[in-house]
């Protein structure tokens, strides 16, 4: 039993750490930037772009 508590407890913590990366590249601003690149990629796969 402990070991299961001890592999979702370092689940939990690495969710956390991820939520707070994600809240940090947000706050800079790079999720627009992701978001451009994206819809450039999209784009350029169908010809338009």
């Given at each position: 039993m402990?070991?299961?508590?001890?592999?979702?407890?370092?689940?939990?913590c690495l969710a956390i750490i991820?939520?707070?990366c994600m809240g940090i590249g947000i706050y800079r601003g790079e999720a627009s930037v992701v978001l451009e690149k994206a819809i450039n990629i999209c784009l350029e796969c169908i010809g338009i772009g």
């Open positions: 402990s070991r299961l508590f001890r592999s979702s407890r370092i689940g939990v991820g939520l707070i």
